[in-house]
C-alpha cells in the first residue's frame, strides 16, 4: 500500500473511475457522496469496470478483493481524515457548488496538502482563489478513467511549481500521461474538440449531410474512433452546450457560438444516451 492517502469528492461517472484507477495502483482510497445509496451504487459500478479488466487480463482475479478493499466510502465529507495528500474534486460542474466545496476541505485538510478539480471548463485559477491557490490544480480526466491514458494538468494562474511536479509524478504513478497546460477556457482538449462537434451539428442544421453520413465521414476519412455527433451523445448535449457556453463567454468570440440546434435539443431532454435519444436513439 501506497503511503499517500487520497480522497475523492463524487462518486459518479468520473469520481468513481478516479477512485478505480487509484486503489488500482495501491492507493488508500476515500470516496466521498452524498448518501451511502450513491456509494454503493458507485462500488458495483466500479466492481463491474475490474470484472471487465479481469476477462481483459489487464487485472488479476485475485487483486479485484484487495482493490476494492483500497475504498473507504464516506457519507459525511466532515469524517475525511486530514492526513490526505491529494483531494480530486468530481462533483456537478457548478462553479459555485465546486467553490462552497473547497471552502470546506479547505478547514478539514492539512495545510500542506493538494487539491485538485476534475473540472471540463471551469477556470482553476478561480476555482482555487479562495481555498489554497498555490497547491491548487486540474487534473482533467478522460472519461473512461480506467482505459484513457490522458491526464490534462492544468496550472493556474498561482499554482506552484512543486505542486504541478507532485501531480505529473503521481499521474505517473497510476499510469497515466500528464499533459501540462494553461489555464484558458476550455484547456485544451475541450477548446478543440467541443467547436469541431458544434461545427458538425451546424452541418447537420444547416442541411449538409445526414447524421450518419457525418459521424462516416470523419470516421472512416478522419480515422476517429467514433463520429461527432455519436461523440456529443456519448458526452451528454447539456454538457456539450455548457462548455460551448464557457468558451463563448471566455472569449468573447462568436466562433465559439453554440449551434441553435444543440440549444433546442437540450431544450428538449434529448441529452444524448443518458436519456435515451440525441441524434440517435439508444
Ligand atoms: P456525475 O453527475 O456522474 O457525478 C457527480 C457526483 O457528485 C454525483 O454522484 C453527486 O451526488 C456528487 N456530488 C455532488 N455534489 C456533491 C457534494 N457536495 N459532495 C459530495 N458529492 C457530491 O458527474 P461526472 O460526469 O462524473 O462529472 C464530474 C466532473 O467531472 C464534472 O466537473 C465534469 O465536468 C467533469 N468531467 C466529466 C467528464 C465526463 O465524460 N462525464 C469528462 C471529464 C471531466
Do not use: W
Not at 503511503?3 to 475523492?8: C, L, P, T
Not at 491529494?86 to 478539514?108: G, H, M, P, Q, R
Not at 476555482?127 to 490544480?137: D, V
Not at 468573447?252 to 457560438?257: E, F, V
Amino acid at each position: 500500500m501506497n503511503s499517500e492517502k487520497i480522497a475523492v469528492i463524487g462518486s459518479g461517472t468520473m469520481g468513481s473511475g478516479i477512485a478505480h484507477t487509484f486503489a488500482q495502483y495501491n492507493y488508500e482510497v476515500f470516496l466521498v457522496d452524498k448518501t451511502d445509496e450513491l456509494l454503493n451504487k458507485a462500488m458495483l459500478q466500479i466492481s463491474k469496470n475490474l470484472d471487465r479488466q479481469i476477462q481483459k487480463g489487464t487485472v488479476q482475479e485475485s487483486d479485484k478483493e484487495l482493490i476494492l478493499n483500497n475504498i473507504h466510502n464516506i457519507s459525511n465529507i466532515n469524517n475525511l481524515p486530514r492526513n490526505i495528500s491529494l483531494v480530486i474534486e468530481a462533483i456537478y460542474e457548478d462553479e459555485k457548488s465546486k467553490t462552497d466545496v473547497f471552502l470546506k476541505l479547505n478547514d478539514l485538510i492539512d495545510a500542506n496538502s493538494i487539491f485538485a478539480s476534475n473540472t471540463s471548463s471551469i477556470s482553476i485559477t478561480a476555482l482555487g482563489t479562495k481555498s489554497r491557490p498555490e497547491q491548487f490544480i486540474g487534473m482533467h480526466f478522460m472519461n473512461p478513467v480506467p482505459i484513457m491514458k490522458l491526464v490534462e494538468i492544468i496550472r493556474g494562474h498561482k499554482t506552484s511549481d512543486e505542486t504541478v511536479n507532485y501531480i505529473k509524478n503521481i499521474t505517473t504513478q497510476i499510469n497515466k500521461v500528464p499533459i501540462e497546460v494553461n489555464d484558458y477556457p476550455g484547456f485544451i482538449s475541450n477548446r478543440i474538440l467541443m467547436p469541431m462537434i458544434n461545427e458538425a451539428i451546424f452541418a447537420l442544421y444547416e442541411g449538409v449531410a445526414s447524421v450518419e453520413a457525418i459521424d462516416q465521414i470523419m470516421k472512416l476519412g478522419m480515422n476517429h474512433p467514433m463520429g461527432p455527433l455519436t461523440l456529443a451523445d456519448f458526452i451528454g448535449l447539456d454538457v456539450c452546450l455548457s462548455i460551448m457556453n464557457v468558451l463563448y463567454d471566455g472569449f468573447n468570440d462568436p466562433k465559439y457560438r453554440p449551434c441553435p440546434l444543440l440549444k433546442k435539443m437540450v431544450a428538449s431532454g434529448n441529452l444524448g444516451r443518458k436519456s435515451g435519444e440525441g441524434f440517435y436513439k439508444y
